[in-house]
């Protein structure tokens, strides 16, 4: 028998008069980026028909699946940036993550998106002195450049003995920035959606896009139930997987495995925390942790758009909740989940036309959640000039 995604169906000239012509504006994927389009069209053009076609029966990328944290970049994550791109570049980066934050939050409302501002700390271990005496060094001169950005005179500040308080064990070094805060993922997803859905713009979910044709007058959209439609203009907010559509774009899929523990009984860990250049993090969550990362262990396997875990990242992240985050605490893993990032060689995202109708706004990197909405809106006006 056929699987069910694999039967193709004409469109009945009911479906295709009353729901898919006329089409103004059509977004490829329902994460922050194309959600955050979406809804920047509607401003922009208040009579338009807008629709977003997600493949997934939820968003399901990175969106609905990272860690939540409202962040915009650790101290070596930062230095590791300023080895690929001139120092203006990184900090100009960085405060279009600090200005998509405030425009996410200001959207959608804190509460909504229980938002909470505890921090962020990037920890150190003994062996890593040489790494943290690097960011130590670094710090005065950081402070300076996000004072203007942040309007904290220290964004950063030592804070060594909180690692005791967190009950961490075998850290001896942290750093925090007070300017870092974490939301609940799902909420956001979801005040985002309906927020799209009442500004009148039709979200399609199990309805994948296969091909694109700019024909000149306008766009022909393959989708994988073998439909065809066709609208004025596309945006494509696929990120890491935008390869598969737009093969000429320079992003690729890097998957992230990410763990939950159960509630833990007086759990002391408090904050969004960041490890090994940001390769590693965990934060607390609803009393459990949660904690991801570590694809720079395998870092051609990860280099993929498959979900899935691997018993070598499970280890070395449940090796890492045992002996650092809850040490001596018995604690079962609730759930496993992966995630795909979309990474390249340069941290800036691509919001770039590919054709005089198609365009992309594609490539969000670790940090999404805190540029995403900027990005989106920035990708819906390249189109609507
Ligand atoms: C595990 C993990 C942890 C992370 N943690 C953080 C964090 O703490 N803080 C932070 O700022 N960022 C974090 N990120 C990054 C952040 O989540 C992403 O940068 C951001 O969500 C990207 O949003 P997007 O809309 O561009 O992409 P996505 O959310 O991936 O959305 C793309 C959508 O397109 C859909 N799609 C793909 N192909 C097609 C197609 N052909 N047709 C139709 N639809 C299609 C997908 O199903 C998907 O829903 C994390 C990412 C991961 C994976």
């Not at 103004?24 to 028909?49: F, N, Q, T, Y």
């Not at 809106?377 to 000039?385: I, V």
Request: proline fraction near 4%.
């Amino acid at each position: 028998m056929p699987k069910q995604s694999s039967i193709h169906y004409q469109l009945s000239y009911w479906e295709h008069t009353s729901f898919f012509s006329n089409i103004d504006l059509l977004i490829v994927g329902a994460g922050i980026v194309g959600l955050s389009a979406a809804l920047r069209a509607r401003e922009r053009a208040p009579k338009a028909k807008i629709l977003v076609l997600e493949r997934g029966p939820l968003p399901v990328g990175a969106s609905t699946r990272n860690a939540g944290f409202a962040c915009f970049g650790s101290v070596s994550e930062l230095l590791d940036d300023m080895q690929q791109d001139p120092e203006d570049e990184v900090w100009a980066l960085v405060e279009r993550r600090w200005k998509g934050l405030l425009r996410l939050r200001g959207r959608l409302g804190d509460t909504a998106i229980r938002y909470e501002p505890l921090g962020g700390y990037e920890l150190f271990r003994p062996e890593e002195v040489e790494r943290y005496e690097t960011c130590a060094s670094h710090i005065a001169a950081f402070n300076q450049s996000l004072q203007p950005i942040t309007g904290l005179k220290a964004t950063y500040q030592l804070a060594h003995g909180a690692a005791a308080d967190f009950g961490l064990n075998g850290v001896r070094y942290l750093i925090k920035n007070q300017a870092e805060g974490q939301l609940h993922t799902g909420e956001l997803v979801k005040a985002l959606l309906e927020k799209v859905q009442a500004a009148g713009i039709t979200i399609y979910t199990g309805l994948g896009v296969e091909a694109l044709h700019d024909t000149g007058g306008g766009v022909e959209v393959e989708t994988a139930s073998g439909w065809s439609i066709n609208a004025g203009q596309v945006l494509v907010c696929t990120n890491g997987f935008a390869p598969q559509l737009l093969p000429g774009v320079e992003v690729r899929p890097a998957r992230n495995q990410v763990l939950i523990t159960q509630p833990v009984p007086q759990l002391k860990v408090k904050g969004a925390f960041h490890y090994d250049r940001g390769y590693f993090y965990f934060r607390n969550i609803d009393n459990r942790i949660l904690l991801g990362g570590g694809r720079n262990l395998a870092a051609e396997a990860e280099t993929t758009s498959t979900f899935g875990t691997t018993p070598l990242i499970r280890a070395a992240l449940v090796r890492l909740l045992q002996e650092v985050i809850l040490p001596g605490q018995e604690v079962e893993v609730a759930r496993w989940w992966s995630g795909i990032l979309g990474v390249g060689q340069r941290k800036r995202p691509i919001i770039e036309p590919v054709s005089s109708r198609v365009a992309a706004a594609v490539r969000l990197g670790g940090m999404g959640v805190a540029i995403g909405a900027l990005v989106g809106e920035e990708g819906a006006d390249l189109l609507l000039g």
